[in-house]
């Protein structure tokens, strides 16, 4: 559930087209989740990496009551995330273009695995959130993904995005630690809730094109073979074309309060 790459020429647009399509598949359960573990229904709250902006325009939807500002640092994604809501550029690891205590909640969504030092990250967040806020995450962990049957070669596939994101410094697992770095951020009243993308849900197709392609795309620059590219693909084609095939992947959304 990450971006991966496409041509230079269609990265954009495919990107913005891809996020859609992922924020549109468990994104009710998501919202839900965010208000069980604290979220208000009123009040100015930030998403911090906010994409596009189709998650937070749905979340405002569900409150009218809830006013939000989105945070990203790419200027294509900025230009179509102000179709829905207020944005300001920033790249959200440490210091954060707002005032402190501004905000009633502050929440991000599978963007603290980019992060090298997600702890700092949610620290900077902290500290936008008046004292009483609430502060959230979502994320997930690429070891809670499972699939029956596992395409050949794709433990390959899953160790070699493993070191992509060890490379640039950052974790595929960050998703259920999150209840840990909340923890040790000082914060109270922390909750956890799991929602889980299944392909009995989305279909087969959509959960290969959300969770599975972006493995095969992380990997191709460590595993550095065309051929056992091609055959990945073949083979994951082939999982979705399987009636017999299903797959599985948790999201962590964890909250706390800021004392």
Excluded at 41 to 50: A, N, P, S
Excluded at 55 to 73: C, Q, S, Y
Excluded at 135 to 147: E, G, K, P, T, V
Excluded at 223 to 237: E, M, S
Aim: aromatic content about 8%; glycine content about 8%.
């Amino acid at each position: 559930m990450d971006q991966y790459r496409v041509s230079e020429f269609e990265a954009p647009r495919a990107e913005v087209s891809r996020l859609q399509g992922q924020a549109q598949l468990v994104s009710a359960q998501e919202r839900a989740a965010l208000g069980a573990v604290g979220v208000p229904t009123h009040g100015r709250g930030v998403e911090i990496g906010c994409g596009p902006g189709f998650f937070a325009e749905g979340l405002r939807r569900d409150d009218l009551g809830r006013k939000i500002v989105g945070l990203d640092i790419e200027p294509f994604i900025l230009k179509e995330a102000r179709r829905r809501l207020p944005v300001v550029r920033g790249d959200g690891r440490s210091a954060l273009p707002f005032r402190p205590g501004v905000f009633d909640f502050a929440y991000t969504r599978l963007f603290l695995r980019h992060v090298e030092d997600p702890a700092a990250a949610l620290a900077a967040m902290r500290a936008l959130v008046k004292p009483g806020g609430c502060l959230a995450a979502i994320d997930s962990s690429d070891a809670s993904l499972l699939l029956d049957p596992v395409p050949p070669d794709f433990a390959a596939v899953a160790a070699a995005r493993r070191e992509w994101f060890t490379r640039r410094g950052c974790s595929a697992d960050l998703g259920h630690r999150l209840p840990g770095l909340f923890a040790r951020a000082e914060l109270s009243d922390v909750r956890v809730k799991a929602v889980v993308l299944d392909s009995a849900a989305v279909g087969r197709e959509a959960f290969a094109q959300v969770v599975l392609m972006p493995f095969l795309q992380a990997a191709q620059p460590v595993l550095n073979d065309p051929a056992r590219q091609a055959a990945a693909h073949a083979a994951v084609d082939h999982w979705v074309a399987s009636t017999e095939s299903y797959g599985a992947i948790t999201l962590f959304v964890v909250g706390g309060r800021r004392k």
